[in-house]
T-cell receptor
Framework: SQQGEEDPQALSIQEGENATMNCSYK?????LQWYRQNSGRGLVHLIL?????REKHSGRLRVTLDTSKKSSSLLITASRAADTASYFC??????????FGKGTRLSVIA | DADVTQTPRNRITKTGKRIMLECSQTKGHDRMYWYRQDPGLGLRLIYY???????NKGEISDGYSVSRQAQAKFSLSLESAIPNQTALYFC??????????FGDGTRLSIL
């Protein structure tokens, strides 16, 4: 099935650095969403970017979408230890439920 | 109160047993979903429901069944549990195609 694929699978950075995660997908989408999962907890929605948008910001989060390359990136600026979590992209095709990728595990070291 | 409540939070059971996982919501959203999460495999959709009388299979429905008893309740059953169904199970809700809200999961171990 069509699926977003995050890259890298795992990322370890120092506190204060920026973290960038990428998501690639295979077919046309209505929108792409990013979610965060703290260890052992449910996913929490972070940000949604529609197919006609190229960039979106929310606090320290910046999401870009390139529909020609079928890819998106999530940038977390000035990372904090509390940002340590797994991050998932999910693609919305409009007629079926979201399809989630396998996630990127981010570790922010204080 | 949490928007999405899953019960139980943890369950250990034996092969062959019938298991029911419950999900209830307080937001009045129309859509409800059951996912399974395994290490390294992300979330995989088991079943979903867009309304009380609507049930749809997801990517991995074999060995599972669901019941949407009411707008607010969506139950997942394992008729005869097997060890490879050991996983973390999540219920999620949404209003139409809006972003999903997740419960905190049920950790299920089948011995």
């Amino acid at each position: 099935s069509q699926q977003g694929e995050e890259d890298p699978q795992a990322l370890s950075i120092q506190e204060g650095e920026n973290a960038t995660m990428n998501c690639s997908y295979k077919t046309s989408i209505n929108n792409l969403q990013w979610y965060r999962q703290n260890s052992g907890r449910g996913l929490v929605h972070l940000i949604l970017i529609r197919s006609n948008e190229r960039e979106k910001h929310s606090g320290r989060l910046r999401v870009t979408l390139d529909t020609s390359k079928k890819s998106s990136s999530l940038l977390i600026t000035a990372s904090r230890a509390a940002d340590t979590a797994s991050y998932f992209c999910a693609t919305d095709l409009g007629i079926t439920p979201l399809v989630f990728g396998k996630g990127t595990r981010l570790s922010v070291i204080a | 109160d949490a928007d999405v409540t899953q019960t139980p939070r943890n369950r250990i059971t034996k092969t062959g047993k019938r298991i029911m996982l419950e999900c209830s919501q307080t937001k009045g959203h129309d859509r409800m979903y059951w996912y399974r999460q395994d290490p390294g495999l992300g979330l995989r959709l088991i079943y979903y429901s867009f309304d009380v009388k609507d049930i749809n299979k997801g990517e991995i429905s074999d060995g599972y069944s669901v019941s949407r008893q009411a707008q607010a309740k969506f139950s997942l059953s394992l008729e005869s549990a097997i060890p490879n169904q050991t996983a973390l199970y999540f219920c999620a809700i949404s209003r139409g195609n809006q972003p999903q809200h997740f419960g905190d999961g049920t950790r299920l171990s089948i011995l």
